[in-house]
């Protein structure tokens, strides 16, 4: 289940792409999942994800696709948690970055 991290805390903070932390949340799982707005001169958007020791990964958006590519990222990722014990998750971890 997702949750906002830390109670919502580090809405309004920088994040780790220097930009504002608009959307923050964690899994009961292990998993974290966080947008920022004003990232870059054409940045708007950028959304950091990871599974807790396994993977952390950036993707870069419009103003446009952020929420629902934020969506998808969050139910992919939902999948992945319940996949940890499966002996390919190196690969499972490479096909959600190829597609993000």
């Known amino acids: ?3 906002l991290f830390d109670d919502g805390s580090t809405i309004g903070t920088k994040g780790s792409e220097d930009g504002v932390i608009i959307k923050d949340e964690e899994h009961n799982s292990g998993a974290r999942i966080t947008i920022e707005k004003e990232v ?3 940045i708007p958007f950028a959304i950091t ?3 807790y020791g396994l993977f952390v990964h950036t993707v870069y958006c419009s103003d446009s696709e952020v929420m629902t590519k934020y969506e998808s990222m969050k139910h992919d990722i939902d999948k992945l948690l319940k996949e ?3 002996d390919n998750m ?3 971890i490479d096909d959600f970055i ?3």
């Open 84 to 86: 940890l014990s499966n």
């Open 49 to 51: 994800c990871g599974i």
């Open 1 to 3: 289940m997702w949750t």
């Open 40 to 42: 870059g001169n054409s």
């Open 98 to 100: 190829n597609k993000y």
């Open 90 to 92: 190196s690969g499972l």
